[in-house]
């Protein structure tokens, strides 16, 4: 299995940055990407980012493509979201989540483990 803990959110004013941490641990060898979501209050679940852990490549939605970077610390078994240019509409709770096989990664049916969460409110 693979444990994963998020950290890194808080209310930010609109325009400003933070930076999501993702540390997991447990059977991180067998991992081969890892990705986040979102969801805001009454809408469904959406994907943000995802990187591949042994090639680095990276994916994005349009929403935050430019915006958002993902980056992997492979020795610290961690994945990072640096958040700029935050609107209130990324206001949501952002999860981090693994996926051990290959797959596209842009749906959360594509994931095996999943964080806990961290609230993001980005204030207008």
């Known amino acids: 299995q693979v444990q994963l803990v998020e950290s890194g959110g808080g209310l930010v004013q609109a325009g400003g940055s933070l930076r999501l941490s993702c540390a997991a641990s447990?059977?991180?060898?067998?991992?081969?990407?890892m990705g986040w979501f979102r969801q805001a209050p009454g809408k469904e679940r959406e994907f943000v980012s995802a990187?591949?852990?042994?090639?680095?490549?990276?994916y994005y939605a349009d929403s935050v493509k430019g915006r958002f970077t993902i980056t992997r610390d492979n020795a610290k078994n961690t994945v990072y979201l640096k958040m700029n240019s935050l609107k209130p509409e990324d206001t949501a709770v952002y999860s981090c989540?693994?996926?051990?096989?290959?797959?596209?990664?842009?749906?959360?049916?594509?994931?095996?483990?999943w964080g806990q969460g961290t609230q993001v409110t980005v204030a207008s």
């Open positions: 990187i591949t852990w042994s090639g680095g490549n990276t």
């Open positions: 989540a693994s996926a051990l096989h290959i797959r596209a990664l842009r749906a959360d049916f594509d994931y095996d483990y």
């Open positions: 447990g059977r991180t060898f067998s991992m081969y990407a």
